[in-house]
């Protein structure tokens, strides 16, 4: 079983409780299909779950399969930069099918990102490095392609319809209550 | 993810042949090869002594998902050369799919063909499933002297990822001129 090289830390993105006692966490690619159709399914999971779970992302393009992926990573992290990291998050989900630098430049403005700024961001691509090194820590732990979700650091290898992942983080926590008691 | 080769042996009893219960251990002296990688291209295992080889068998070209093993390969591509390795691919597709695949995946890394006489060298890794007429998902790391250093055979429908491979290399003895190595190497050998 695949686990997370890279604890979550200080620099992640996370959504949700940040104390909550279970963790799931999606390595996802902007452009990838799979990761758009999963998307819905992690809202859903988070509601249900609400309180009791957080929810991190990390960036993992496949750069030469899907061209804007990188720009779209940096742009959530320049838009992160400005605080609205999960606002952009929303945004390229619900927009896979316009990811090139005039429509990322409008959704920072639907947002309300300073939009000069983000340009700067993404032209000098400020946080290409960033995502990197997401990406690279995505290699160690065992990522195999787009979407990879761990729960509780470790690698979820079945399927991530809402019924199987919400039954999958039903099971981790119950299993966390045992080892707490 | 980084299991020896021998915990697999019981998952396959049911559906593998002799050939692909024996993939070469480690300490083994890999068995020289020549495949086409084009048309009018070949490429020689011997070509690459001196340096790290990956090996990557994997059943075939067109896996239906877009996270597939040879893109999770080809992005990791720049963290293998800077061990100085050369990545090779090798189904039992011929050149002319593998052309066509490589293009569209937009691989930076050569693709052999395994096709005729078919699975030769999968069977000569041991690594031939004869039934289904396809490789196993298995990966060797060759040392610079040509011996494998590591090897995996994944269940066939698990894409292994890459952290095997980079802990693999990371474990090699470290070789005097490959540190801070970044050029890609040539792959049109012949």
Redesign the interface.
């Known amino acids: 079983m695949a686990k997370l090289a890279v604890p979550v830390n200080a620099q992640d993105h996370i959504r949700g409780n940040a104390n909550a006692p279970l963790t799931l966490l999606e390595y996802g690619d902007y452009q990838c299909p799979y990761c758009g159709a999963a998307y819905p399914i992690v809202e859903q999971v988070r509601q249900h779950f609400g309180d009791r779970l957080r929810f991190v992302f990390r960036h993992f393009p496949l750069t030469q399969v899907h061209p804007a992926a990188e720009s779209a990573a940096e742009a959530a992290e320049a838009a992160g930069a400005q605080g609205k990291f999960w606002e952009m998050h929303d945004m390229l989900f619900t927009h896979q099918y316009a990811l090139d630098d005039v429509h990322l430049a409008k959704y920072a403005a639907v947002i309300g990102l300073d939009v000069g700024r983000f340009k700067l961001d993404l032209a000098s691509h400020a946080y290409a490095e960033q995502v990197r090194e997401y990406f690279l820590s995505g290699v160690r732990s065992g990522v195999n392609g787009t979407p990879t979700f761990f729960i509780n650091s470790e690698r979820h290898d079945g399927s991530y319809d809402l019924p199987t992942l919400t039954a999958a983080l039903q099971s981790a926590l119950a299993r966390g209550g045992l080892s707490v008691s | 993810?980084t299991r020896s080769v021998s915990d697999h042996d019981t998952d396959y009893k049911t559906t593998n042949t002799e050939e692909s219960r024996h993939a070469l251990e480690p300490g083994t002296p890999a068995p020289n090869f020549t495949l086409h990688t084009t048309p009018d291209q070949t490429v020689s295992l011997t070509s690459f002594r001196g340096q790290p080889v990956i090996l990557a068998f994997y059943p075939a070209d067109w896996s239906p998902?877009?996270?597939?093993?040879v893109?999770?390969l080809?992005?990791?591509l720049p963290?293998f050369r800077r061990y100085n390795a050369e990545l090779l691919g090798i189904s039992v597709d011929g050149v002319w799919c593998h052309l066509a695949f490589a293009r569209d995946?937009?691989?930076?890394f050569p693709l052999l063909a395994d096709f005729e006489p078919k699975g030769a060298v999968a069977r000569r890794f041991g690594v031939y499933r004869r039934h289904e007429g396809v490789s196993e998902r298995a990966l060797f790391i060759l040392d610079e002297t040509g011996t494998v250093h590591w090897s995996y055979v994944s269940p066939i429908g698990?894409?292994?990822?890459?952290?095997g491979i980079?802990n693999a290399l990371e474990s090699l003895p470290r070789q005097a001129n490959a540190s801070g190595n970044n050029a890609p190497a040539d792959t049109a050998r012949t």
């Not at chain 2, 698990?158 to 952290?163: C, E, L, R, V």
Request: aromatic share 0%.
């Open positions: 993810m998902v877009c996270g597939d093993e893109t999770l080809n992005e990791v963290e995946r937009k691989l930076k698990i894409n292994p990822g890459a952290d980079l």
